[in-house]
């Protein structure tokens, strides 16, 4: 009877030890940290996700480069237009702008009759005898009233021509650039029938300051 309990407690003993061995290897698996690698990696069968890298800024538009070599020739594709040429002025005297420039008449008639067609500058009293004679007896008229200017302040200028059957009143003379040209009033419309043409005779005065260039004259 002593020797069955002693035989049955061994055994009872042999069997809590083989438990108790049991119980602390499981609870040894279940607590264990899970293993890594030598170099400090993920656990086997699991992949690591990296960080998103920051997008790299676009880089800046680069200008035009600028070609090696000499100078492209004018003309020559990619070159530069040449500069216009500057267009001419109307005022290339430099004076004032167009415009009347006399201050008065020495002479002036209008009436029907034939004569040259003139114009001239008359700076000394010599062009004046010049201008007159070419008009005959009427000369000797236009020089009498001529005969009081102070060439040294003032330049005449002598005009005569053709104006149809306009009768003119009066006449003014006006400069556009280096052009001169005789400018007429408003006046009557000429009668419907022309029996004589009419001449007009415009002696100018014009001070010097204003005509120290060589002019030219308006056509007819």
Same mark, same amino acid.
């Given at each position: 009877m002593s020797l069955r309990r002693a035989v049955s407690a061994s055994l009872l003993a042999a069997l809590l030890t083989s438990l108790s061995a049991a119980c602390g290897q499981q609870h040894t698996a279940a607590g264990a940290p899970p293993s890594t690698s030598a170099g400090g990696g993920s656990p086997s069968g699991t992949t690591a996700s990296s960080a998103p890298s920051a997008p790299s800024?676009?880089?800046?538009? =680069?200008?035009?480069?600028?070609?090696?070599?000499?100078?492209?020739?004018?003309? =020559?594709?990619g070159s530069a237009p040449p500069a216009s040429p500057r267009a001419p002025s109307s005022q290339d005297d430099g004076r004032s702008p167009a415009g009347r420039i006399d201050t008065g008449l020495a002479y002036f008639a209008s009436a029907p009759g034939a004569g040259p067609d003139l114009h001239a500058v008359l700076r000394d009293r010599a062009d004046l005898d010049a201008f007159a004679a070419r008009f005959g007896r009427r000369g000797q008229?236009?020089?009498a009233a001529a005969a009081g200017?102070?060439?040294?302040r003032t330049t005449l200028v002598g005009w005569s021509r053709t104006t149809g059957c306009d009768h003119w009143p009066s006449a003014s003379l006006v400069r556009y650039g280096r052009t001169l040209a005789m400018r007429v009033p408003p006046h009557a419309e000429p009668p419907p029938e022309c029996l004589a043409a009419f001449q007009v005779v415009a002696v100018f005065e014009v001070p010097k300051d204003r005509i120290t260039w060589q002019p030219r004259f308006a056509g007819k």
């Amino acid at each position: 009877m002593s020797l069955r309990r002693a035989v049955s407690a061994s055994l009872l003993a042999a069997l809590l030890t083989s438990l108790s061995a049991a119980c602390g290897q499981q609870h040894t698996a279940a607590g264990a940290p899970p293993s890594t690698s030598a170099g400090g990696g993920s656990p086997s069968g699991t992949t690591a996700s990296s960080a998103p890298s920051a997008p790299s800024p676009p880089s800046a538009p =680069s200008g035009p480069s600028t070609p090696s070599g000499p100078t492209a020739a004018p003309g =020559s594709p990619g070159s530069a237009p040449p500069a216009s040429p500057r267009a001419p002025s109307s005022q290339d005297d430099g004076r004032s702008p167009a415009g009347r420039i006399d201050t008065g008449l020495a002479y002036f008639a209008s009436a029907p009759g034939a004569g040259p067609d003139l114009h001239a500058v008359l700076r000394d009293r010599a062009d004046l005898d010049a201008f007159a004679a070419r008009f005959g007896r009427r000369g000797q008229d236009i020089r009498a009233a001529a005969a009081g200017t102070d060439f040294s302040r003032t330049t005449l200028v002598g005009w005569s021509r053709t104006t149809g059957c306009d009768h003119w009143p009066s006449a003014s003379l006006v400069r556009y650039g280096r052009t001169l040209a005789m400018r007429v009033p408003p006046h009557a419309e000429p009668p419907p029938e022309c029996l004589a043409a009419f001449q007009v005779v415009a002696v100018f005065e014009v001070p010097k300051d204003r005509i120290t260039w060589q002019p030219r004259f308006a056509g007819k």
